[in-house]
């Protein structure tokens, strides 16, 4: 089945070649899927996507009038892809619905430990020839809450490793995961009390209509004072101007993010030429008590082989019946 691989990357490459194992008549090109450049896929069946391409209703439409039948992508999350869309125009769409969620869970504790200890600007002094340490006093994780919006695969293996620092949890989700009570503890509270209770807040739920910008104004007045604020799941979960007047305002003692609101035309791009034209990008990454990571949680090659296999299994089932076991519209 000919597949065109939008959006690769020299870190992802070489993976999706040792599972394609020269099947699917493979070709790659490292330009976002886009109305501008749906004419690539021509003459093949099957498409691979990445978080960055934006398969919109239009862009879904111009694959069908070329005969594109499969949407294979490289992620967990699904929010890129008009999925009623592709539905109503009989295109399936498969994602990879686990692939080592340790990776993305360790690179949040990273984060924390990095916002919490101040190990840049740590890192900045010690090349300055400064060795004071007036400027780099964190706190204990030991003994303290730390609150997790959406407890699924992600979420409770970050729970467990938070539960291993002796931190008290809390979580909020619509789904009870009564496994992840018996090994951890963790309490079930709304999203107030979380906020109200925790010093520490990490976000592992999807984006959808009940979680964008679920992190306004209003929810930050809830949080207490001097929280760190984590996201590695999705930008559109938080509102990055009412997250920067939390932290000037000293609600948000720091914040670490791998994913930002406005990030598709920034992040998995060679940008040191034409640098982006973002005020509120360049507010974020400037300021003092924020840590960014660009969209890098999931770069492990542990999670960028268990993609790679997932990804070549979807067009195999695809090829052999028609199904995939990862349809997810
Ligand atoms: P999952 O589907 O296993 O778990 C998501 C959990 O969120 C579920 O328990 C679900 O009930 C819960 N949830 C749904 N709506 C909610 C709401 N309104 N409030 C609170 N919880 C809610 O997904 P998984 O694998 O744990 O991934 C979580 C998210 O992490 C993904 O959706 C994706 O956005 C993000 N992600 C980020 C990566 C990165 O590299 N930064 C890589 C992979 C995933």
């Given at each position: 089945m000919k597949t065109l691989i939008y959006s690769i990357h020299a870190f992802d490459r070489p993976f999706l070649e040792t599972a394609a194992k020269g099947k699917h008549a493979i070709q790659f090109t490292d330009l976002s899927l886009s109305e501008e450049t749906v004419s690539l896929a021509e003459g093949c069946e099957a498409?691979?996507?990445?978080?960055?391409?934006?398969?919109?209703?239009?862009v879904l439409e111009q694959l069908h009038k070329i005969?594109?039948?499969?949407?294979?992508?490289?992620?967990?999350?699904?929010?890129?892809?008009?999925?009623?869309?592709?539905?109503?125009?009989?295109?399936?769409?498969?994602?990879?619905?686990a692939y080592s969620p340790n990776a993305i869970a360790e690179h949040a504790v990273a984060l924390i430990l990095a916002i919490n200890?101040?190990?840049?600007?740590?890192?900045?002094?010690?090349?300055?020839?400064?060795?004071?340490?007036?400027?780099?006093?964190?706190f204990d994780l030991?003994?303290?809450?730390?609150?997790?919006?959406?407890?699924?695969?992600?979420?409770?293996?970050?729970?467990?490793?938070?539960?291993?620092?002796?931190c008290k949890l809390i979580a909020y989700d619509p789904e009870i995961n009564a496994e992840l009570i018996t090994q951890t503890a963790i309490r079930y509270e709304n999203l107030e009390t979380l906020c109200a209770q925790s010093d520490v807040i990490a976000i592992h739920c999807p984006l959808n209509a009940e979680t964008k910008q679920m992190f306004n104004k209003s929810r930050f007045?809830?949080?207490k004072k001097g929280a760190l604020f984590v996201n590695t799941a999705r930008g559109g979960i938080v509102n990055t101007v009412d997250l920067l007047e939390a932290l000037d305002n000293g609600t948000i003692a720091a914040a670490g993010l791998d994913v930002y609101e406005f990030e598709k035309p920034i992040y998995f791009k060679d940008l040191r030429i034409t640098p982006p034209a973002d005020a509120l990008f360049e507010r974020l990454r400037n300021h003092p008590r924020v840590m960014l990571t660009g969209h890098q949680a999931f770069l492990t090659n542990e999670a960028l082989e268990g993609i790679a296999e997932t990804t070549i299994s979807n067009l195999d089932q695809w090829q052999e019946s028609g199904e995939s076991e990862n349809e997810v519209n």
């Open positions: 498409i691979a996507l990445f978080t960055g391409d934006h398969a919109s209703a239009e005969g594109v039948k499969y949407v294979a992508l490289r992620s967990v999350g699904y929010d890129h892809v008009d999925l009623e869309k592709a539905k109503q125009l009989g295109l399936k769409v498969a994602n990879v619905p200890r101040k190990l840049a600007k740590s890192h900045d002094l010690m090349e300055s020839n400064d060795f004071r340490l007036d400027e780099l006093v964190g030991f003994g303290k809450t730390v609150g997790i919006i959406g407890t699924g695969k992600i979420g409770a293996a970050f729970a467990r490793i938070m539960h291993g620092f002796g007045a809830q949080v």
